[in-house]
């Protein structure tokens, strides 16, 4: 007992040294960015005798993404010979977080769908093109959008693409506008309130924020879970998962480890398990994990694809076939080795691509690491409207600190705060419309 005092005390001196470290080396990139940017300045080509921009093409604009747009915009001179484009199929920043919640709770799913745009300001218009599409392919010196087809040199790639989910919510969208995504999550809200036993299949972090979240705002209704390990939150420590599992239970969850669904028959409003349980359901929702989204590089590089799906990548997070020095891969769909990979480790990942893009464009040779940490897979756990655990672990002392919740909406405003927008504004929301898949404009940064 005592020896797991001393270790929790060394974690958490640990952390707190690590934070303030990760502070002073964040500064210190900003400075030297900032430093060899005003240097840049002086050697970029005059008006006089232009040449034609070069392409940073960002395939991909969530944390990591647009992370990464943000700061080579920002770092390279108003005369620079390189562009930033960034393609992203959404209208919106898709605030993936908060999505087990608004699935449950009503009136603030409009909240999960910020604003592209202000998150880039101070950076000059003219050095940003944003599309938003799909790319349906890669090659080494282009890509090619779905809706346009048009063509798109580059002299840098970042593929920043995360990933996906088949069933799309609580744990993805799965539509690229916000009012297709806010009625999505109104229609997963009506089938939740007027369920009397609904299934939760899926024992990971969205699952059990569904499940609680359920079981808490209607006490009433028979919310089962389903899940396929033999203890919920498996990729993390037991201390987690014993508090998750005793925040279900204390809500009157009934929790099946070990089990698998096998079937469902609507009609009786039955699903069968592989144990050969049957259990009572009228809604079944599927909470399962996503797959990284790699698919765009199975004909360009199919040998840096792993058998998980994941893209290989070097330490500087340049992929890993030497045939391709320009292109970087970063975020979900990186294999990085990350533990728990998440919008810190993602946008850690960003900062590190676009600085050593930087340097090449400087002359120099990308020299920042990448090296997963153990305090970036920290997670904030809602256990039900009101309870929450946050859980620090380096894979041997754990840190479990439970809290209190009193915002429903999960304290977001911050995150739209963070992107450069007040919260919750949003010109096009309600009465306007997104602009249609297949748009290129110039943001208002």
């Known amino acids: 007992m005592v020896f797991k005092k001393i270790a929790k005390s060394i974690l ?7 934070s303030v470290q990760l502070y002073f080396d964040v500064l210190t990139q900003s400075i030297a960015a900032s430093v060899h940017g005003r240097r840049a300045k002086s050697r ?9 921009l070069q392409n940073i093409v960002v395939i991909g604009a969530s944390f990591s993404g647009y992370h990464a747009a943000k700061l080579l915009t920002n770092s390279l001179p108003p005369n620079s010979p390189y562009q930033v484009v960034v393609v992203e199929p959404n209208s919106h920043f898709q605030f993936t977080w908060v999505l087990p919640r608004f699935c449950v709770v009503e009136g603030h799913e409009h909240k999960a769908f ?7 300001k101070p950076a000059p218009k003219s050095m940003v093109r944003w599309i938003q599409d799909r790319v349906v392919s890669v090659s080494k010196e282009s890509i090619r959008l779905q809706s346009s087809t048009e063509e798109i040199p580059y002299a840098f790639l970042i593929i920043a693409t995360g990933s996906g989910a088949e ?36 024992g990971g972090a969205a699952g059990v924020e569904l499940a609680t979240d359920a079981k808490s705002l209607y006490p009433e209704k028979h919310v089962a879970l389903v899940h396929s390990r033999p203890t919920v939150m498996q990729r ?35 699903v069968l398990l592989k144990s050969g349980k049957v259990l009572e359901c009228d809604a079944v929702i599927h909470c399962t994990g996503q797959k990284p989204s790699s698919q765009l590089l199975s004909d360009l590089a199919p040998g840096s694809i ?14 890993a076939d030497d045939s391709l020095p320009n292109v970087y891969i970063i975020g979900d769909v990186a294999d990085t080795g990350t533990r728990n990979p998440n919008a810190r480790s993602a946008m850690r990942q960003g900062q590190i691509a676009a600085d ?13 690491h990448y090296k997963p940490w153990w305090g970036e897979a920290v997670i904030k756990l809602t256990l039900g409207l009101e309870n929450s655990v946050t859980h620090f672990g380096d894979g041997k002392t754990e840190l479990v600190f439970p809290g209190k919740e009193t915002d429903p909406a ?9 992107m450069g927008v007040t919260p919750f504004e949003d010109s096009s929301w309600p009465q306007g419309e997104s602009e249609g898949v297949g748009s290129s404009a110039k943001l208002e940064v």
């Open 114 to 120: 910020i604003p592209y745009g202000p998150y880039l």
């Open 306 to 319: 792993s058998e998980s799906g994941h893209i290989r990548v070097k330490p500087t997070l340049q992929i």
């Open 356 to 368: 050593n893009i930087t340097r090449v464009t400087w002359g120099k040779k990308p020299s920042h």
């Open 12 to 18: 958490f001196a640990k952390i707190v040294i690590y």
């Open 167 to 202: 069933d799309s919510l609580p744990s993805r969208v799965g539509a690229p506008g916000k009012p297709e995504g806010v009625e999505r999550c109104r229609k997963m809200q009506m089938r939740i309130k007027e369920s009397k036993r609904p299934l939760i299949v899926g």
């Open 410 to 418: 999960l304290m977001c405003d911050g995150t739209w705060r963070h």
């Open 236 to 270: 993390f420590g037991s201390e987690l998962q014993a508090a998750a599992l005793e925040g279900l239970e204390r809500l009157g969850v009934e929790v099946h480890l070990s089990e698998r669904m096998v079937s469902e028959d609507v009609e009786s409003g039955t």
């Open 44 to 52: 970029v080509t005059s008006p006089e005798s232009p040449k034609e």
